[in-house]
């Protein structure tokens, strides 16, 4: 069915995604418009010091120092 053909191309890119986040050394995230990070690979987390896990849903205040996450912003 169709719903089945769209959940399995869903599954395909999320899992495209997720090897493309963990094989670049590069840091790469995604934040919502109140900077909150959605997501960050494993090289973004090494780079702020936390894991993963720790970092997702929070934003740069959360994380670092004020006048680190100032100029970051």
């Known amino acids: 069915s169709m719903r089945v053909a769209v959940e399995a191309a ?9 090897a493309v986040l963990r094989s670049t ?8 418009p109140e900077c ?12 702020l010091g ?9 934003r740069n205040a ?3 120092p004020e006048g680190v ?3 970051l912003e």
């Open 62 to 64: 959360d994380l670092l």
């Open 25 to 32: 050394t590069d840091v790469v995230y995604v934040k919502d």
């Open 50 to 58: 936390r894991p993963v896990e720790e970092i997702v849903g929070r």
């Open 10 to 18: 869903r599954r395909a890119e999320q899992e495209l995604l997720q």
């Open 69 to 71: 996450a100032a100029a």
């Open 36 to 47: 909150r990070y959605l997501l960050i690979n494993e090289s973004g987390a090494r780079l």
